[in-house]
């Protein structure tokens, strides 16, 4: 059983360092009607969070993104991002109820294909991008990722990048 576990999770860990590429751009509005370009992040590492406000799933993680942004403060961007059915309004009871300390954007879906490359997507789903706008890694919240979701393994992957770990090829 040990055996199968960890072929499982080396598999996961060479599906996910897969080889870099450019973070998508996009523009999108926020909650306050401000508008966020990926572009003006340039220089600071950005989690982009694709979620739904009705997802269990993102309302626990926010806690945890929360932790993120007070923890590293302008040193990390942090865009959580949401898709119809979701509106203006159930986004602003969203951030609201869970007080969240950085933007939530309304996307109509374009932003969320263009990182996930697929018309369905497993919420929520993070990516982790460089200062210099490469996609380092990303997870989809699972048994093999609660660690990042719900522990220490996203912290540890910004101070990895902080600290200037090189690039995963």
Known sequence: M????ATLLCG??????????????FCLMDTSQQWHDLADYRG??????????ECPHCANFSTVLNGL?????????????ANPPDTPQTMLQFVKGHSLTYPLLLDQGQAAYSYVRTASIDLP??????ANGMIRNSW???????????????SREI???LAGAPAKK
């Open 140 to 154: 989809v919240e699972g048994v093999l990722t609660k660690d990042i979701f719900e522990g220490n393994g996203l």
């Open 69 to 81: 942004k007070s923890k590293y403060g302008d040193k990390l961007a942090i865009l959580a991002v």
């Open 12 to 25: 996961a860990a060479l599906f996910a360092a897969g080889p870099l590429r450019r973070a998508p751009g």
């Open 44 to 53: 600071k590492i950005v989690l982009v969070e694709f979620m739904k406000t």
């Open 159 to 161: 101070d990895q990048l």
């Open 2 to 5: 040990k055996t199968i576990v």
């Open 125 to 130: 789903t993070v990516y982790l991008i460089d």
